[in-house]
């Protein structure tokens, strides 16, 4: 009986002290779920697809301070449609705002080359200045993952 109550006493003082790190914690798993949740939905959505993605690629960046979703999500979905989706191997693309300025994108492409190809040209494309303004670059995390 009294194990429990030290054990539980423990968490309790350890959760105390680490406040601030279990916040951080908390948003880091957040964004994880988020990650995961939409590729569950990606996987989900692309098994009834008649395109089949070969690459999914996963982006996640934070916002510049004092930058809003609201003002961001036009400037996201402009790139989307005047660049991404314009190139060659482009299958879909969702993106999604997560808490404290965080987004995430997750495209599908046909192949790696494809893939690589839009990441070439990107910066050249004129609505990716807008985009890159507003965002932390130092922030940007892209994987890319094969569909087996």
Do not use: C
Request: aromatic fraction near 6%; charged fraction near 25%.
């Amino acid at each position: 009986m009294s194990f429990r109550r030290d054990a539980r006493r423990a968490q309790t003082s350890g959760a105390r002290r680490h406040s601030g790190t279990a916040r951080n914690n908390r948003e880091d798993k957040r964004m994880a779920n988020i990650v995961w949740a939409a590729l569950a939905a990606t996987a989900a959505l692309s098994v009834t697809s008649v395109a089949r993605a070969e690459v999914i690629e996963v982006v996640t960046f934070n916002l510049k301070p004092g930058v809003t979703a609201k003002e961001f999500e036009p400037l996201d979905k402009a790139v989307g449609a005047s660049h991404v989706a314009k190139q060659p191997g482009f299958i879909s693309r969702e993106s999604a705002a997560g808490r404290n300025g965080t987004w995430l994108v997750v495209v599908h492409w046909k192949s790696v080359n494809d893939a690589e190809a839009s990441m070439n040209s990107f910066m050249a494309a004129p609505a990716a200045k807008s985009f890159m303004d507003k965002l932390q670059a130092d922030t940007m995390k892209m994987v890319r993952y094969d569909k087996q």
